[in-house]
């Protein structure tokens, strides 16, 4: 089975021009042309992409993707790095979280928060 571009995009639920930004970046192959000139996708380059956007959903920044073998597995140093990224926007997020509900429960103004997160800001210094 061949895809063209569009086709492609609508499989994987991304654009044409996501496409497109992962060839300019080398994370996707360039696939064979039919004799009209029009990209003709297969089975590998959809597998392909589909393991893209995976690792895309997953968090790992597109620069570190290259890094995948051809079955898309990444080094485990490279998934100890985002996971510990992640962690740390959970641990943002928390602490969010946290001053929002502060602002619902006492009705503090968002600045008395953004006040509390300077005075710590500046202690942790």
């Not at 492609?8 to 039919?34: C, M, Q």
């Not at 073998?69 to 996971?83: A, F």
Request: hydrophobic letters at 40%; glycine letters at 8%.
């Amino acid at each position: 089975m061949a895809w063209s571009t569009r086709e492609l995009a609508e499989l994987t639920g991304t654009t044409v021009n996501t496409i497109r930004h992962y060839h300019r970046l080398g994370l996707l192959d360039e696939p064979k042309r039919s004799s009209n000139g029009y990209k003709q996708y297969g089975d590998e380059e959809l597998d392909r992409l589909v393991r893209i956007r995976r690792l895309v959903e997953l968090g790992v920044p597109l620069a570190r993707i290259g890094e995948a073998g051809t079955d898309g597995t990444l080094p485990p140093e490279t998934l100890r790095q985002v996971d510990a990224d992640l962690a740390a926007n959970i641990e943002r997020l928390a602490r969010a979280r946290s001053d929002i509900a502060a602002i619902l429960r006492d009705g503090a103004p968002a600045a008395a928060v953004a006040s509390r997160l300077c005075a710590a800001g500046s202690q942790a210094s």
